[in-house]
């Protein structure tokens, strides 16, 4: 062969590499992977395992999309500035956040930019109302709200309800009002506010003295709901304790609870490792191969959700990826997923339709109780 024939035809392998590399789609992930939250942390690295786990059961994802990390830092502050060098760089797909006050920050500029998001984790509401362009793969507080209150009314039979509402976090805000909408006239509700900074032990052991309540309710992030937890349990070891999925699951939970004897305590969730469908045997059993000895994490689950979601609807678009089509497909499509099948019936909310677990913590174990 010629020199210049060899020339030309490197040249144009070059070229043709070039142009392979240039048609990945890129999709940012954005978490709190650098907080200075314990609980924040571990959620979001595990959300990072998520990933890891899909593209190990999903090889061929790489072929045509390139994740792009973006650390937020765990604040709402940052999480403004990560979405700005998301538009800026023209990516326009996200995935991620934990946290519902971190999504609301994401929603308006994904709308505003025509960027499709969905987040794993964040259940306040708001995030998926009016935001067409913003998906969840968890359920809403709606959903939530509703199934803690019919544990709360129906199955441990309270009368006499005491809620810790923390008013500085809308996820907390959002999940206290849905849980006393729904408990209605069923039982009496006495709320304490507090900011997590402020919080009065002598207040809450007056109250608890006062009301004398059947459950307490703490609607919060796992940081704050432990120290409440241990308060609680110091006033009466008995006493039965209720959370939200903030509540984050063993890996947060374990290390600050499991000196607690004899702890009364259940929680609603995201996922259990304990759900029989074939999609999350198959995902617990390359969870356990690829980190052996770590227990299975909600996050990891909930982030493979989303992705398996997204990646379901990316490849079913003919034609170009843009986030409409995308959109539409997410829209039109009934998924199976770690917690069963979920679909998006309302496109001006799409907020998935789907089953919430509740676990019972049982001297050191997270015991799948029941589902609504």
Same mark, same amino acid.
């Given at each position: 062969?010629?020199?210049?024939?060899?020339?030309?035809?490197?040249?144009?392998?070059?070229?043709?590499?070039?142009?392979?590399?240039?048609?990945?789609?890129?999709?940012?992930?954005?978490?709190?992977?650098?907080?200075?939250?314990?609980?924040?942390?571990?959620?979001?690295?595990?959300?990072? *395992?998520?990933?890891?786990?899909? /593209? @190990?059961?999903? %090889?061929?994802?790489? $072929?045509?999309? !390139?994740?792009?990390?973006?650390?937020?830092?765990?604040?709402?502050?940052?999480?403004?500035?990560?979405?700005?060098?998301?538009?800026?760089?023209?990516?326009?797909?996200?995935?991620?956040?934990?946290?519902?006050?971190?999504?609301?920050?994401?929603?308006?500029?994904?709308?505003?930019?025509?960027?499709?998001?969905?987040?794993?984790?964040?259940?306040?509401?708001?995030?998926?109302?009016?935001?067409?362009?913003?998906?969840?793969?968890?359920?809403?507080?709606?959903?939530?709200?509703?199934?803690?209150?019919?544990?709360?009314?129906?199955?441990?039979?309270?009368?006499?309800?005491?809620?810790?509402?923390?008013?500085?976090?809308?996820?907390?805000?959002?999940?206290?009002?849905?849980?006393?909408?729904?408990?209605?006239? *069923?039982?009496?509700?006495?709320? /304490? @506010?507090?900011? %997590?900074?402020?919080? $009065?032990?002598? !207040?809450?052991?007056?109250?608890?003295?006062?009301?004398?309540?059947?459950?307490?309710?703490?609607?919060?992030?796992?940081?704050?709901?432990?120290?409440?937890?241990?308060?609680?349990?110091?006033?009466?070891?008995?006493?039965?304790?209720?959370?939200?999925?903030?509540?984050?699951?063993?890996?947060?939970?374990?290390?600050?609870?499991?000196?607690?004897?004899?702890?009364?305590?259940?929680?609603?969730?995201?996922?259990?490792?304990?759900?029989?469908?074939?999609?999350?045997?198959?995902?617990?059993?390359?969870?356990?191969?690829?980190?052996?000895?770590?227990?299975?994490?909600?996050?990891?689950?909930?982030?493979?959700?989303?992705?398996?979601?997204?990646?379901?609807?990316?490849?079913?678009?003919?034609?170009?990826?843009?986030?409409?089509?995308?959109?539409?497909?997410?829209?039109?499509?009934?998924?199976?997923?770690?917690?069963?099948?979920?679909?998006?019936?309302?496109?001006?909310?799409?907020?998935?339709?789907?089953?919430?677990?509740?676990?019972?913590?049982?001297?050191?174990?997270?015991?799948?109780?029941?589902?609504?």
């Amino acid at each position: 062969m010629k020199p210049l024939r060899v020339l030309t035809v490197l040249i144009s392998l070059s070229f043709a590499a070039v142009s392979v590399a240039e048609t990945k789609t890129k999709v940012a992930y954005l978490g709190g992977f650098s907080s200075l939250s314990t609980g924040t942390v571990l959620t979001d690295l595990n959300l990072e *395992k998520g990933l890891k786990i899909f /593209l @190990k059961m999903n %090889p061929e994802v790489e $072929k045509s999309i !390139e994740f792009v990390r973006f650390d937020n830092q765990g604040e709402a502050a940052n999480t403004a500035l990560e979405a700005k060098k998301i538009i800026d760089q023209n990516i326009k797909f996200i995935v991620g956040v934990s946290k519902s006050n971190h999504a609301l920050v994401v929603a308006p500029l994904a709308d505003e930019n025509k960027i499709l998001f969905i987040t794993p984790q964040a259940t306040n509401d708001k995030v998926t109302q009016n935001h067409p362009y913003v998906f969840r793969s968890c359920f809403s507080d709606l959903y939530q709200g509703r199934a803690l209150a019919q544990f709360a009314t129906q199955n441990r039979k309270a009368k006499k309800i005491l809620i810790m509402t923390n008013v500085d976090t809308p996820y907390s805000l959002g999940l206290a009002q849905r849980f006393m909408e729904f408990v209605g006239d *069923k039982a009496s509700i006495t709320e /304490l @506010k507090y900011v %997590p900074d402020g919080i $009065k032990v002598d !207040e809450i052991k007056a109250t608890v003295e006062k009301v004398k309540p059947d459950l307490v309710f703490i609607p919060d992030y796992v940081n704050t709901a432990v120290f409440l937890i241990k308060e609680f349990y110091k006033i009466d070891p008995k006493l039965l304790l209720l959370g939200g999925d903030g509540w984050g699951g063993r890996e947060v939970l374990d290390p600050a609870i499991e000196p607690l004897k004899g702890l009364n305590a259940y929680y609603t969730t995201l996922w259990s490792q304990d759900l029989a469908n074939p999609k999350n045997r198959k995902f617990v059993k390359v969870f356990a191969s690829e980190y052996p000895g770590d227990p299975s994490s909600i996050s990891a689950a909930t982030m493979y959700d989303a992705l398996s979601i997204f990646w379901e609807s990316f490849k079913a678009v003919k034609g170009p990826k843009t986030p409409d089509a995308v959109r539409a497909k997410l829209l039109s499509t009934t998924f199976s997923t770690t917690s069963g099948k979920i679909s998006f019936p309302d496109p001006n909310n799409p907020t998935p339709k789907k089953r919430v677990v509740v676990n019972r913590l049982n001297e050191g174990k997270h015991e799948l109780y029941d589902s609504y």
